[in-house]
Every structure is written in C-alpha cells, then in structure tokens.
C-alpha cells in the first residue's frame, strides 16, 4: 500500500512540474544609441595667407578627420566653398598652384581702381560647375557684412561664387556687392574667422583657423593708410577674440608676415598650415574622445532612466 502511495505521490509531482510555466526569457539589453560627432571648419580670413586653410584641410583629412560643414570669410570663404563643393585637400592644391591672380582679379577705373570681384565670382562658380549652396556635398555658409546697417549675414542659399565675393569685399579693395537690395562687403569686418557660422550648421565640435593680422607692437601714425589698416586690424583682433574663444580647438598657422597680395608665397603658406594643423592633433584627437565619452555616458543613463523596474541593463 505503501508503495502505491509513493507512487501516485511521484506521478502527481512529475505532472505539476511538467505543466508549470518557464521562466520568460531574459530582455535583450538595450541599445546604447550615440551619435555621431558633427566636426565643423571655420576659416577666417586673411587674404593670401588663406592658402594656410589648404595644408590645414589636407593634415586634418590625413589623419581621419573629416569636417562635415564648413563656413568662411573672406579668404576662407573662397577655400571653404570648394572643399564643400567636394574638392579633396589635394585637389584643393593643385587649383592653388595653377591659379593665376589675374584670373580673380579685374580692377575698374570707375570706381577709383577698386577690384570688382566679378572675375572671382566666376572662378568659384567655374570650380563647382555652377551648382548653388544647397548642391554643394557638405553644408556651408560664407559670411559677409551688411554695408547699410553693419549685420553680419550668413549666406547659405544661392549664388555660391556671388556670396564668396561678398564676404571678400575688403572695404578700400573691392567694390562693396549687392544682393538683394543691400551691399554687401567683407564679412572680416563682423565676424572674422565665422565660429558661430559653422555652430549654426549643426557642427557640434569646430575647429577654427586663425590667419588674420595681429598687431606686432609696430605703428607708422605719419602714413594715413597705415594707421587706417592698423586700426582695421586691432578692431578684428579684439572682435575676433570673443568668436575665437567659442571653437573647440583654434589653429593658428604662422603666417603672419605674409602679404594680402603676396599669392608667390602660396607654396609657404599651404605648409605653415599643415604644420599648425600637426602640431594641434593631439588636442583635436583629446576633446573629441572626450566628447564622444561624454556622449556615451549620457546615451547610457538615458537608457537606464527608461528602463522598467527588475530590467535594468547587466
């Protein structure tokens, strides 16, 4: 009898354990999303110290990193609209050392010898085969300066060639440019290397290059046009600053002894840009890890916030 009891027991017992329910599955842990970091160029200006921008771009790309918007002024303008246009640095190169000045520069006896900057216009627009900002393969933004009331404006529509003359219009060199109903001259006189510019974007990380004049302790108060140029150049080292200290990293190629005309020290300035650029990679390479860090710590508390009671991420 006993052995029946111990039986029917072992039956009862094997029956509730096969029809108890599995335990569920445990969740797959949640996906960490983060971004990717949108890297942006600002190029200032500084005439034909702005070849420096070309050995910038070509050590930055050298070594994987690929700004994805970019924004200029002035010389920054003419480079940063045909790296958006898609010229690789080496292209950007070997364009820079088969222009020829007379090719962007037609000066008008009617307006008292001043540049017209009709000829660079067309430059550009030959160089992107006339395609408008928004066919461009990256973001950009060419930044000039309104004559009638001195706002700064941020072209990002339009005429490329037309608004990288604007921004190129040096008060006393070029003839100021019109668009729209208002004239237009270089963008160096509000915002002389274009920081916000690139923000305005979408560029999350900007790295900014610095070519404009610095006063070097020098002044001529005898020569009118001296002190004029010297005044011009302290008013964008001081606006400057301000701008300056919102990038990222501030890349300063050593070419300050370079001439606005000099266009024979091209070669010169094309190397002092891919030493500066060199010389900042360290840095470049420190914020952005830090700040794709940041990100991912941010990304994972997301997630956990998010996550339900009992199912917290292993």
């Not at 111990?6 to 094997?14: E, G, K, R």
């Not at 924004?71 to 480079?79: D, E, W």
């Not at 006339?130 to 700064?152: C, M, S």
């Amino acid at each position: 009898m006993r052995r029946i009891v111990a039986l029917v027991c072992s039956a009862v017992l094997l029956a509730a354990c096969a029809s108890a329910p599995a335990p569920a599955p445990a969740p797959p842990p949640a996906k960490v999303e983060i971004k990717p970091i949108k890297v942006g160029l600002a190029l200032g200006g500084g005439a034909a110290k702005g070849f420096a921008h070309i050995g910038v771009i070509k050590m930055l790309e050298a070594n994987g990193i690929q700004p994805v918007v970019v924004a200029g002024t002035s010389a920054g303008s003419v480079v940063g609209a045909l790296y958006a246009g898609g010229m690789d640095a080496y292209a950007l190169q070997q364009n820079a050392f088969e222009l020829d000045e007379s090719r962007i520069r037609d000066v008008s006896l009617f307006s008292g010898g001043l540049v017209k900057g009709q000829k660079l216009q067309e430059y550009v627009n030959q160089l992107l085969g006339n395609r408008p900002f928004e066919k461009l393969k990256k973001p950009f933004a060419a930044v000039a300066t309104r004559l009638e009331d001195g706002q700064r404006t941020v072209f990002v529509r339009g005429n490329v060639g037309q608004a990288v003359r604007a921004s190129c219009a040096i008060p006393g060199v070029f003839e100021a440019v019109t668009i729209g109903g208002y004239h237009y001259v270089d963008g160096g006189v509000v915002s002389p290397v274009p920081v916000d510019a690139a923000r305005e974007l979408g560029a999350d990380f900007v790295i900014a290059v610095d070519i404009s004049a610095k006063a070097d302790g020098k002044a001529d108060p005898s020569s009118l046009l001296g002190t004029v140029n010297r005044s011009i150049v302290i008013m964008g080292q001081k606006l400057g600053a301000a701008e300056l200290a919102r990038a990222d990293v501030v890349i300063r190629p050593r070419v300050n002894d370079i001439g606005a005309a000099d266009f024979d020290q091209k070669n010169r300035a094309i190397l002092e840009g891919e030493r500066a650029a060199q010389a900042a990679l360290p840095l470049i390479r420190a914020k952005l890890d830090a700040l794709q860090a940041q990100r991912r710590a941010q990304a994972q508390r997301a997630v956990q916030a998010s996550t339900p009671p009992g199912k917290a991420m292993r």
